[in-house]
């Protein structure tokens, strides 16, 4: 491979979860310039046309899906277009390309038009609704997904819809703010004087009618806000939206970006961000997390997840602080209440995949680099002769400045390291690890592997590259498990494949991986010679799907995923966050297989190995519990129907956090034994004498943390039986068996 390709892949890897938001156009887009205009689509249409892996044309078919995307993005929950106003809309749905390349975007025009008008009429409903508390004793239903219900046929319907959601909407925030109470930080804003003379009976219903009240006013502010933000929508706002409705047709991750967007696609894989270290996207009119950054305060602290949505932020040092509503603010702005000073606290009100609401306080950090490295200890059964060299890689980290450091070399040391344990197997866990630097997905392989292709990487005229480990020296050649689940993405596919193919790992974990098999390329849409055309003006940038990965069997990591040889429980199977979960995903291809020399030393019989865990699965109560709460969070996530009666509300919130209580799994099998804790940081060789004692004690913390996490990892011991399995019975080495079958 030719060094700027290397380059161009090596750069492009790093995005796997990238922010997906629309920023305010600046001012050079606020009204119409067909000149201008005609220039951008003919940028973008032939950039599409020319890079994109598909080989797709903007043609009048894929305008009449465009055209369908137009509308989602235009008004995600049908609640303002009526049906009329679709049909008028509907004349444009065949030539949304040739207004691209025209600029000539009648269909824009229209549908401001249109949406001006719908707003204020949601306007002057929000105020006639709210001018007294609902009625929540009646029984009502409103369906939230919108693709199971039409859009209003008349202004009935319409506002019908608001009012139910209204009134659902304010139930919710009554039942958040008893969540929060419940948490300690929200106060009640009733004198104590006054609840100690009328008695607790009293003082009862006047904290639960405070409460009401300040639902009722939370919410009609929350829309009110809401309508206003939309009406404020600029020419160049509607543009992104149509411009990103034609490229999302050739994949998901193909888009334009405005020239203030691009600050939210500037995330480094040297994740040095301070705030509270989330990945945030867009989802309709909410705010969704779609990442948790390893070494951020949100993944130290644990409680915030990949599909949580957040309903509103606070700042917890200051109690009289408005609690900000996020439901349909756009994630810049989100971002932006949400990021604050280092060792600053600030509350998020989070919707789970279950429907419960959780109130969540995170102290803000920037990522502790550190915490991303890999870890290791040696692990052991206190009912088993076996000894395990357990190594957790967060992500594929690399530095490409004029630092050294990258995870190829700290796992080749951690593995000379664990060889002097004499440990039986090594477990390389690859959970949650969304992908990092192509080059040590390449390099790592080769620490378990002789020379070999790893990798292969197609472009968009079809033209295949092979990385190869060139490297004869195998670093270890023992017994290995690779752990991944269904966010692992990327690079830890690529390792995880290449190794399964190979014949050289037994790899262990959820259903499937991710599925991103995909790179892409940002292009400068103003280094374009025709853009000097406007002098000073800046036209954005152009995120395109240029290439795609394939495993040395022939098959694309792309939308499938890796699956594992056995395959576990997995307690994030109700998330729907994968690469096949994403509309208009690249499918899954084949190229020719690569001719490579599989690996034979200690073989190991799978069949043998699947059947014995699956019988151990069966008789394990956590990995019974683990089903039992994918099952039920699927059903939660599939009723979509809800009612707008406060008391069934009441009640369904308090049976989801029971099930939930249920479902977790916090107790510690202290008959894992876990020594041999090598920190993420380095030798203590830089720690200056005065730092010496306060580094000591934080390694102790981190490390009582890391057995804890281990000892509660139902996934973990089982690989230990499976590497038990492995050992015994394809090695037949006489060690002590662990009684579980």
């Known amino acids: 491979m030719n060094l700027k390709r290397s380059l161009v892949i090596s750069l492009t890897i790093f995005f796997t979860f990238q922010i997906s938001s629309t920023i305010a156009s600046n001012s050079e887009f606020s009204a119409p310039n067909e000149k201008r205009d005609k220039l951008l689509g003919n940028l973008i249409k032939n950039a599409l046309e020319t890079y994109h892996y598909s080989g797709k044309k903007i043609d009048e078919n894929m305008s009449k899906q465009a055209f369908e995307e137009y509308l989602k993005r235009l008004d995600f929950r049908k609640q303002f277009l009526l049906q009329s106003d679709i049909e008028k809309l509907r004349k444009h749905h065949a030539n949304m390309g040739q207004q691209l390349i025209s600029g000539k975007h009648a269909l824009i025009a229209e549908s401001m038009k249109i949406m001006s008008q719908r707003l204020d009429q949601a306007e002057k409903f929000r105020v006639k609704a709210f001018k007294k508390p609902f009625n929540f004793e009646a029984e ?59 008695g607790e009976e009293s003082t009862a219903k006047t904290e639960a009618t405070d409460f009401s009240k300040q639902a009722h006013e939370a919410i009609a502010k929350r829309y009110e806000r809401l309508f206003s933000r939309m009406k404020g929508d600029k020419y160049g706002d509607y543009l992104e939206k149509f411009v990103n409705s034609l490229s999302v047709m050739f994949d998901p991750h193909t888009s334009y970006m405005p020239p203030q967007r691009r600050e939210d696609f500037d995330i480094d894989i040297s994740g040095s961000l301070e705030g509270i270290g989330a990945v945030l996207q867009e989802d309709g009119d909410f705010i969704k997390v779609v990442q948790v950054v390893p070494g951020g305060p949100a993944w130290r602290q644990q409680e915030l997840e990949v599909d949580d949505v957040i309903l ?78 357990y190594i957790h890689l967060p992500k594929f980290y690399r530095d490409f400045g004029n630092g050294e450091r990258n995870c190829t070399d700290d796992v080749r040391r951690v593995l000379n390291r664990l060889k002097t344990q004499k440990v039986d197997a090594i477990v390389l866990d690859l959970r949650n690890n969304g992908g990092g630097a192509l080059e040590d997905a390449r390099q790592m392989s080769g620490l ?294």
């Open 448 to 741: 378990f592997i002789p020379e070999g292709p790893i990798v292969q990487i197609r472009d968009h005229r079809g033209q295949v590259d092979v990385l190869r480990d060139t490297s004869k020296e195998v670093v270890y050649d023992g017994p290995l498990v690779v752990l991944i689940n269904r966010f692992s993405a990327s690079a830890s596919e690529i390792l995880a494949g290449a190794l399964q193919d190979y014949g050289r790992a037994v790899i262990v974990g959820g259903e499937y991986t991710h599925g991103k098999g995909t790179v892409q390329a940002v292009l400068d849409l103003n280094r374009n010679p025709i853009a000097n055309i406007f002098s000073g003006g800046s036209f954005g940038a152009l995120k395109v799907t240029i290439q795609k990965f394939y495993r040395v069997n022939g098959s694309s990591t792309q939308f499938k995923g890796i699956t594992p040889d056995i395959i576990l429980p997995d307690p994030f199977g109700y998330t729907r966050s994968r690469e096949q979960d994403l509309d208009h995903a690249l499918p899954w291809e084949q190229v020719p297989a690569l001719s490579f020399t599989p690996w034979t030393k200690g073989a190991f019989d799978l069949d043998q190995l699947r059947k014995r865990s699956e019988k151990r699965v069966k008789k394990d109560d956590r990995f019974q519990k683990t089903v039992s709460s994918v099952n039920y969070f699927n059903e939660r996530r599939n009723e979509t129907l809800v009612s707008v009666n406060k008391q069934h509300n009441i009640n369904r919130d308090k049976e989801n956090r029971k099930k939930t209580e249920e479902f977790k799994l916090d107790e510690r099998n202290e008959k894992i034994v876990v020594s041999h804790y090598e920190p993420s940081l380095r030798e203590n060789s830089n720690i200056r004498e005065e730092d010496m004692k306060q580094w000591k004690e934080d390694i102790k913390l981190q490390a009582d943390e890391w057995i804890g996490e281990i000892q509660k990892d139902p996934i973990l011991e089982e690989t230990l039986f499976i590497v038990e399995d492995m050992i015994r019975v394809n090695q037949g080495k006489k060690l002590g068996m662990i009684q579980r079958d």
């Open 312 to 389: 509103w932020v606070s700042q917890a040092d200051d109690k009289d602080a408005e609690q900000v509503e996020l439901i349909g603010m756009r994630v810049g702005d989100a971002v932006r209440h949400i990021r604050g000073p280092k060792g600053s606290n600030v509350n998020l009100m989070v919707r789970k995949p279950d429907g419960t609401n959780q109130l969540i306080s995170i102290t803000r950090d920037v990522i502790q680099v550190g915490a991303t490295y890999a870890r290791s200890s040696v692990i052991e059964h206190k009912d088993s002769d076996v000894k395990i060299g």
């Open 140 to 198: 009502g239903t409103v369906e939230l997904d919108p693709d199971k219900r039409d859009w209003p046929q008349n202004q009935a319907e319409f506002e019908a819809y608001w009012r139910n959601i209204f009134k659902y909407d304010v139930v919710n925030r009554y039942i958040s703010l008893k969540q929060g109470e419940a948490s300690g930080n929200v106060v009640v804003t009733e004198p104590e004087e006054k609840k100690k003379e009328e």
